[in-house]
C-alpha cells in the first residue's frame, strides 16, 4: 500500500514540477508548435472535365429515365452534384 501511495505522491510531484517549469520557460503560455522545413501544398481546386455520355441499356425504363456512362472514379454523390449544378437536374 506504501507503494501505491509512494508513486501516487511521486506523480503529484512530477506534475507540480512541470508545471514550475512551463510557467518558468514559457511566461506567457505559448504552447510550442511542431514547424517543418517541407512546403505545405498549395490549396489547389481541380476542374476536371468529365465525359458524361448517353448509353442504352437492356433495361426497360420508365419514360422519365436516362441511363448515363460516367467516369467509373466518380462516386455517386459526384455524379449527382455534377447533375445538380451543371444542367438542374435533380437526381435521385
Known amino acids: ?3 501505491r501511495e509512494q ?18 520557460m514559457n511566461p506567457k503560455g505559448l504552447k510550442p508548435t511542431i514547424t517543418s522545413r517541407f512546403k505545405k501544398p498549395k490549396h489547389e481546386i481541380d476542374f476536371v472535365s468529365h465525359s458524361c455520355a448517353i448509353s442504352r441499356s437492356d433495361k426497360t425504363m420508365k ?3 436516362i441511363a448515363f456512362r460516367m467516369n467509373p472514379f466518380l462516386s ?8 445538380n449544378k451543371l444542367y438542374n437536374m435533380p437526381v435521385d
Open 1 to 3: 500500500m506504501k507503494t
Open 7 to 24: 508513486s501516487l505522491t511521486q506523480l503529484h510531484q512530477n506534475y507540480q514540477d512541470k508545471l514550475e517549469f512551463e510557467k518558468y
Open 63 to 65: 419514360s422519365n429515365e
Open 76 to 83: 455517386k454523390p459526384e455524379i449527382k452534384q455534377y447533375f
